[in-house]
């Protein structure tokens, strides 16, 4: 679509039939660390605390009479279904809304209350999706796209038209967007771009769902094989068809940030508003830290979009868990002491006076200890020294502040290494998360290798994370991958990893 018709469409449309101008604030705690004027664009304030309504309802709005009576469909794990229901509520129609079945309760009966009716099919939404395309067929309902619509597109884009009507003293330098299928930042770029040409678009992906920065990358739509779901409102394989050739245009650049790095951005957010974002709406944040402190910018006006509030409260506990961890303002490490009386106290004088997060020791053997150890920290670069200085005592030490199999599993379990265990294969799996799911999971194994180890937390998260342990005998290994392959989950072998290595094996 040529960028003065979608423009057009911007300057049309008809969100604020139901849709807010949200405030665009200043955040003095993140400004003041950054060195720039940060601005969060308050789109957590919405009535259905994201920003999916504006999109949803200028596509809603603008079906013929005809169309209106077939009803409406759509296909979506939480805010895109949040928004169709309430439009269709405010419009009349009857509105069909299909959700994996791992969606939260919250989330469901939030949907259900606004009229709408819902049908869950399968674990993910390339499931709904599919189960939403059988029902438009036979039913004659008009799909509501969550993205990859020009008037949904135009929707988000009336964002934009907001940022760049606020002066706060000065023109915006660059405005950070989160990124899932592209219908966002493909609104907000579109018009920027052509009213602001020289303020920065860029885009914010979670390494593990970075489908519109390795398709920007190739030149070509690119589908991903499988997407992390931490930030499950971005959690897309492939982005729009539109959505790409306007990004293509308009936005400067994509930046990618860990999980850890959202938890953080999710609590730089509540310390200076006192709200709380989902993981994707806090995407921005994350990009725009990240964004700083990679390029050194000082001085500058820096908008976030904060895209929703979705978060499911269980999620919680795992978001503080790790915000330290992506503050950089802990570090957690492995650490060899000598096994005699006396030892820990020396350690502890070794660190200094800072404070000790985590602790975890079991003894497992006579002449050396391996303990699991979080430390406070100022900065990466604090963590780093603490480090060195530890190796400079005389005492072995492994950063596993990015491992995985740490933060997720070792740092929860207790009982150290067995010296029964032989030729054991250790992996980390997942799998959906739903009444039952653990149960199947475990009748998937079966029983033809003996399980030596097993961990499974819940972590507030739509799909279950475990780390188990088989004893495999050497010429069973060829056999136990194929079975591993044909188990229909996701794994990762983890038998070479320091952690398994220091602390379970």
């Known amino acids: ?93 009857s509105a069909l809304i299909v959700m994996p079945e791992t969606t939260p309760d919250i989330k469901v009966e939030a949907v259900r209350r606004m009229g709408a009716d819902v049908v869950l099919a399968g674990d993910s939404y390339a499931d709904a999706k599919a189960r939403a395309d059988e029902l438009a067929a036979s039913t004659g309902r008009v799909f509501i796209h969550p993205f990859d619509d020009p008037l949904v597109i135009a929707g988000q884009g009336t964002i934009a038209i907001e940022i760049l009507q606020h002066r706060l003293g000065g023109e915006v330098d660059a405005i950070f967007v989160p990124v899932g299928g592209g219908g966002l930042i493909a609104g907000i770029a579109a018009c920027v771009k052509a009213l602001r040409p020289a303020t920065r678009i860029v885009g914010v992906e979670p390494f593990e769902a970075d489908a519109m920065h390795r398709s920007l990358e190739a030149g070509h739509r690119v589908a991903l094989d499988r997407v992390g779901i931490f930030a499950d409102g971005v959690a897309v ?107 820990f106290r020396e350690f502890c004088a070794a660190i200094g006076r800072r404070v000790v997060t985590e602790f975890n020791y079991r003894l497992s053997g006579r002449s050396a200890a391996h303990i699991f150890v979080g430390i406070a920290t100022d900065s990466r670069g604090d963590a780093d020294a603490l480090a060195a200085a530890l190796a400079a005592a005389g005492y072995p030490v492994v950063d596993l502040t990015d491992n995985e199999l740490a933060k997720l599993h070792v740092r929860h379990m207790v009982g150290g290494r067995s010296s029964d265990v032989t030729r054991e294969e250790l992996c980390r799996f997942e799998f959906p998360e739903r009444p039952g799911a653990l149960m199947t999971f475990l009748e998937q194994l079966g029983g033809r290798w003996n399980i030596s180890l097993f961990h499974y937390r819940n972590h507030g998260a739509d799909f279950g994370r475990v780390l ?38």
């Open 1 to 93: 679509m040529p960028s003065a018709d979608l423009l057009r469409l911007i300057l049309t449309s008809r969100v604020y039939d139901v849709a807010v101008e949200t405030a665009l604030e200043r955040a003095d705690r993140l400004s003041h660390r950054l060195n720039n004027t940060v601005l969060l664009k308050r789109e957590d304030l919405q009535p259905v605390f994201s920003f999916k309504l504006r999109g949803a309802y200028n596509r809603i709005a603008h079906l013929d009479e005809t169309e209106r009576t077939r009803g409406v469909l759509a296909a979506s794990a939480g805010n895109h279904a949040q928004g169709v229901a309430y439009a269709a509520r405010h419009l009349g129609l």
């Open 237 to 343: 394989r492939e982005v729009g068809e539109q959505t790409f050739a306007i990004a293509r245009e308009a936005v400067d650049e994509i930046v990618r940030v860990s999980n850890d790095e959202i938890c953080a951005a999710i609590k730089d957010v509540f310390d200076d508003t006192r709200s709380i974002m989902e993981p994707a709406g806090a995407l921005g944040v994350a990009g725009l830290r990240r964004w700083v402190e990679r390029t050194g910018t000082t001085d500058a006006r820096l908008v976030a979009v904060l895209s929703g509030a979705n978060m499911n409260f269980d999620r919680l506990r795992f978001v503080a868990e790790r915000a330290e961890v992506g503050e950089s303002r802990e570090a957690i490490l492995a650490v060899t002491i000598p096994e005699r009386p006396g030892a």
């Open 468 to 505: 188990a342990g088989f004893e495999v005998p050497p010429a069973d290994l060829s056999d136990f991958e194929t079975f591993l392959q044909q188990l229909g989950y996701p794994y990762q072998h983890e038998r070479d990893n320091p952690a398994f290595e220091l602390f379970l094996r």
